[in-house]
């Protein structure tokens, strides 16, 4: 049981580039979420999915789509990247809406 | 709409001090609260959480009891480690909102030997 996985572990990419992050879990859970976390400003909600094919905005969603076509994988893609990007991302899952909420290990994306 | 307050860090404490991390929050209806800790280099991990009034949620010597009246979810332990170390987060779940879960901005927390 891996839990949650992201990929890469870091990330440099130049403004105007795209890439996506990986975000895989084995749990069987419906509900997932993209975080970016900066300093000082805590951890902020891009996107979130409650099942395969189903994805709604959070607080900071600019830039960045996502889609669900699996329960397991959840990427996250930049569509032109920005250095306002430069972040650390992670991933979540959990069972339901309101329960306990596993991470990732986190992506650390440097846009220059 | 919901929000979570914490005591601005970084706290620095000795080996075996008391420690008490503050959390208040503000939501509409009956949220579900938790604490997650993070290491160094690391992701969230879920340290203790409590579903209802009067819930205590205990781990590691860690401890927070979920306090409607006053709308606080306080961490406390009672002798702190070094391998403490770490930012912790405070945070709730409401199942009546799209954005259901909302962490606090995190409070540093540094003990030395």
């Known amino acids: 049981n891996a839990g949650v996985t992201q990929t890469p572990k870091f990330q440099v990419l130049k403004t105007g580039q795209s890439m996506t992050l990986q975000c895989a879990q084995d749990m069987n859970h419906e509900y997932m979420s993209w975080y970016r976390q900066d300093p000082g400003m805590g951890l902020r909600l891009i996107h979130y999915s409650v099942g395969a094919g189903i994805t709604d905005q959070g607080e900071v969603p600019n830039g960045y789509n996502v889609s669900r076509s699996t329960t397991e994988d959840f990427p996250l893609r930049l569509l032109s990247a920005a250095p306002s990007q430069t972040s650390v991302y992670f991933c979540?899952?959990?069972?339901?809406?309101?329960?306990?909420?596993?991470f990732g290990p986190g992506t650390r994306l440097t846009v220059t | 709409g919901d929000s979570v307050t914490q005591m601005e860090g970084p706290v620095t404490l000795s080996e075996e001090a008391f420690l008490t991390i503050n959390c208040t929050y503000t939501a509409t209806g009956y949220p579900s609260l938790f604490w997650y800790v993070q290491y160094p280099g690391e992701g969230l991990q879920l340290l203790l959480k409590?579903?209802?009034?009067?819930d205590k949620g205990s781990n590691k010597g860690f401890e927070a009891t979920y306090r409607k009246e006053t709308t606080s979810f306080h961490l406390e332990k009672g002798s702190v480690q070094v391998s403490d170390s770490a930012v912790y987060f405070c945070?709730?779940?409401?199942?009546?909102?799209?954005?259901?879960?909302?962490f606090g901005p995190g409070t540093r927390l540094s003990v030395l030997p």
């Open positions: 409590a579903t209802k009034a009067d």
């Open positions: 979540a899952s959990s069972y339901g809406i309101m329960d306990e909420q596993y």
């Open positions: 945070a709730l779940s409401e199942r009546d909102y799209g954005q259901n879960f909302v």
